[in-house]
């Protein structure tokens, strides 16, 4: 019967509510007579009849200009039982009016008697209506329990109710006082007791809905949550609702920087903005990870004029189009410029920074991948070191008042060629601040980035979801993280602050050791790890070996005297450098082996080099251990001098 009233067509459904509504009030009436004058069979009179009908057609019109037939009673909420109440107030004061006006006799408990009957019938007609259009699909449904009962866990939880998915079954709180209390219908228990009490609500699986106010440690109530073996989510932040980029019930998994484990770092905005608005700002790279988010945060500091610069195609259109999306949202007014090039083109690079008067460049652009640049040597020294050199050199040619480089903490004591690459790049922008003071150079250096291409969280996730086994390469081995929006804060509150030829290191905590890293993602993610001890668990951790260039540990500093800056969290180091004679005279050599792909001579260079590039691994280049060494390509040119900047 239900199921043949909810597939109506609408206006069938407005008739059956308005043809109710009219049986409800008139017998709302009626009660309402017969409790007032205590006869249990009382009849009305013809007048009284009249004052009836009148009313409750009165009453029909208010509720259909208030726009009550018009609300779905799936999603009923309080605006609608609101208008029940203005709507059956007006009812009762006509009742009154026409009493008087038609000389009808009316006592003067009856309106309030008839209008407290009124909104009991009306409203409780829809509730029940809604209970039962509802019932059935909560039985369908996944129970969750929603860590946080402020306001963000209320909306969430009655976003869940219209869902299709999930029911909110419990809130947990942070605050003793507010164990076992009852909010919205739902039971609340304290955070303490919230082992024991997954079971008795039958929770499979815990949401975070943290207010943005809220002092919790995420770090320890990740660590308390972890054991409980059931998947962990959270909800989007309140900037993405407010923009209108997600919705309060767009469930994901648990933000990169709860994994992180430490506060993120935050920047000087004052300083930053002071950088960037109205200026022309180019980023180089601007469809990689870091590049996207550096153009991303940039645009907000409205410059005049952001240039994407990307040698990929799909990766400029889609970061073009966002950006374009947020101008528009935004209302920004930037003007944006999406340029196909690379780096390692001296002329199209100062072309464009001439064009467009650029006056900052974030140099984003780079192959950072370890294994990926050991397969490919050559491809990945002229990109790190070359397009570096080039991208500069156009810069002081054509007058750019900020150059930034993203560096790495690979490129400390390297032992691959992407870290010793990288650090040779840092010594080119070193050499060619000291060669001219016209344009300022800096470097920022930082440590892996959790949810960049590549990052290790991406591809635990997907390896669970699969089933496992969750790969890592050493049982012992440690990184320093960092999350994508951090990395690009620090690259630009160090592009405000550099005075010329400065390396920045960020203070990033503690390491976190990738074992443990992929161990928490399993629990979190509802999971057990299966082990010798557990031979009944989920997923397994299985261990690789190390590849080719990749070391136990990182670092970030060379020396270990850093020097403090303005920003507490941002350190500045104090390194070896070489003179311009000698960097060029470094990628004379670094070029005369490229050209005849030598790659033993290229990892030679980069060795002799003030890098402290130091190989664990023989050259293994693909092309090179196939055999093709063994001729010397353009051998007749390896005695010229070449240019290192050809025009």
């Not at 809604?130 to 019932?135: A, D, E, F, P, T």
């Not at 469809?287 to 990307?310: A, D, M, N, W, Y």
């Amino acid at each position: 019967m239900l199921d043949k009233f909810l597939g109506l067509p609408r206006v069938h459904k407005r008739i059956i509510s308005v043809a109710s509504d009219m049986v409800v009030l008139f017998f709302a009436i009626w009660a309402a007579f017969a409790l007032r004058l205590e006869q249990e069979f009382w009849i009305p009179n013809r007048d009284q009849m009249l004052v009836a009908g009148i009313t409750v057609v009165f009453t029909i019109a208010v509720f259909i200009r208030s726009g009550l037939y018009r609300a779905v009673i799936r999603f009923l909420g309080d605006q609608a039982f609101l208008t029940i109440v203005y709507g059956v107030f007006a009812s009762s004061l006509a009742l009154i009016v026409l009493g008087y006006l038609l000389q009808v006799p009316i006592p003067r408990s009856v309106p309030i008697i008839y209008g407290a009957l009124a909104f009991i019938f009306v409203s409780g007609t829809r509730l029940g209506v809604r209970m039962l259009v509802n019932h059935p699909n909560q039985r369908n449904k996944e129970s969750v329990a929603i860590i946080g009962a402020g306001e963000t866990g209320m909306a969430l939880a009655s976003a869940l109710r219209q869902g299709t998915e999930y029911k909110p079954a419990v809130f947990v709180t942070f605050d003793r006082a507010h164990h076992k209390s009852m909010i919205d219908g739902l039971p609340v228990i304290s955070i303490h007791v919230v082992a024991k009490n997954m079971a008795k609500y039958r929770v499979q699986r815990i949401l975070l809905a943290l207010d943005p106010d809220s002092r919790v440690d995420r770090k320890k109530l990740l660590k308390q949550l972890e054991p409980l073996a059931i998947p962990v989510q959270t909800v989007p932040s309140v900037s993405e609702l407010v923009a209108g980029q997600a919705r309060i019930n767009d469930i994901r998994d648990l933000e990169i920087e709860d994994l992180l484990g430490r506060e993120p770092v935050r920047p000087d905005t004052a300083i930053v903005a002071k950088g960037l608005f109205q200026k022309s700002v180019m980023v180089t790279g601007a469809g990689g990870s870091i590049g996207s988010e550096l153009c991303r945060q940039i645009i907000r500091h409205k410059p005049r004029t952001l240039v994407l610069f990307e040698q990929s195609e799909f990766s400029l259109y889609a970061i073009e189009r966002e950006l374009q999306a947020i101008n528009r949202v935004e209302g920004l007014d930037v003007e944006l410029q999406p340029l196909l090039g690379s780096v390692v083109h001296r002329r199209r690079c100062e072309q464009v920074m001439r064009t467009f008067r650029i006056q900052t460049v974030y140099h984003a652009a780079a192959y950072k991948h370890v294994p990926l640049v050991e397969h490919n040597v050559i491809e990945g020294v002229q990109n790190n070191v070359f397009g570096t050199a080039h991208a500069a050199e156009a810069a002081i040619a054509a007058g750019v008042e900020r150059f930034v480089l993203i560096s790495t903490d690979k490129a400390v004591r390297p032992t691959n060629v992407m870290g010793a690459s990288k650090r040779l790049a840092e010594l080119v922008l070193q050499g060619l601040a000291s060669r001219q003071k016209q344009t300022i150079f800096s470097m920022v250096r930082f440590g892996n980035v959790l949810g960049s291409s590549g990052s290790v969280v991406p591809l635990f996730r997907d390896q669970i979801r699969d089933g496992g086994p969750v790969t890592v390469t050493h049982p012992d081995i440690i990184r320093y993280f960092m999350t994508i929006p951090e990395a690009s804060q620090l690259v630009l509150q160090a592009g405000s602050m550099g005075k010329g030829g400065e390396v920045f290191v960020l203070d990033m905590g503690e390491p976190v050791k990738i074992a443990d890293l992929a161990r928490k993602m399993i629990h979190l993610m509802g999971l057990d790890e299966k082990t010798e001890e557990n031979p009944d668990g989920d997923i397994e951790v299985v261990y690789t070996g190390l590849r080719p260039g990749e070391k136990l540990f990182e670092e970030l500093l060379i020396g270990d005297d850093p020097q403090g800056t303005a920003h507490p969290r941002i350190m500045m180091a104090r390194e070896v450098a070489m003179s311009w004679q000698e960097v060029e005279s470094t990628l004379n050599e670094l070029m005369r082996a490229s050209q005849n792909f030598d790659c033993k001579t290229v990892v030679q260079t980069l060795s002799s080099a003030p890098t402290g590039y130091t190989p664990n691994s023989d050259v293994v280049d693909l092309v090179w251990c196939s055999g093709s060494n063994t001729e010397q390509v353009g051998s007749s040119q390896s005695n010229d001098k070449v240019r290192v900047f050809p025009v």
